[in-house]
Nanobody, 122 residues
Framework: VQLQASGGGLVQAGGSLRLSCAAS????????MRWYRQVPGKQRELVAR???????NYADSVKGRFTISRDNRKNTVHLQMNSLKPEDTAVYYC?????????????????WGQGTLVTVSS
């Protein structure tokens, strides 16, 4: 399984971007889906997560500005980022707990996408 992330780019402060991530293969189910970000020299940070039933959690630094959503039929997750700040500049990674078969439902594997760069200029 590959998680293909897209939507990164260069935007001015105050602008918006929408990141998307899709699973590349037919799978049984996806549990929690997440977006992380990482700045060179720093630890990877959890930005937002969403359960299969669409319960969401956000890092304090993005609450009220970012919205995570998912389409369970298309096995995709999105991150709508508004009111972007220069400190949001990072490589953003999607992450998901995936069950390839029904027998894997209670022991899904964790997968990472390849990362997409978001640059916010001041």
């Amino acid at each position: 399984v590959q998680l293909q992330a897209s939507g990164g780019g260069l935007v001015q402060a105050g602008g918006s971007l929408r990141l998307s991530c899709a699973a590349s293969k037919s799978i049984f189910s996806i549990g929690v889906m997440r977006w992380y970000r990482q700045v060179p020299g720093k630890q990877r940070e959890l930005v937002a997560r969403i359960t299969h039933s669409r319960q969401t959690n956000y890092a304090d630094s993005v609450k009220g500005r970012f919205t995570i959503s998912r389409d369970n039929r298309k096995n995709t997750v999105h991150l709508q980022m508004n009111s972007l700040k220069p400190e949001d500049t990072a490589v953003y990674y999607c992450n998901a707990d995936i069950a390839m078969r029904a027998s894997d439902f209670y022991t899904p594997e964790n997968y990472w996408g390849q990362g997409t760069l978001v640059t916010v200029s001041s």
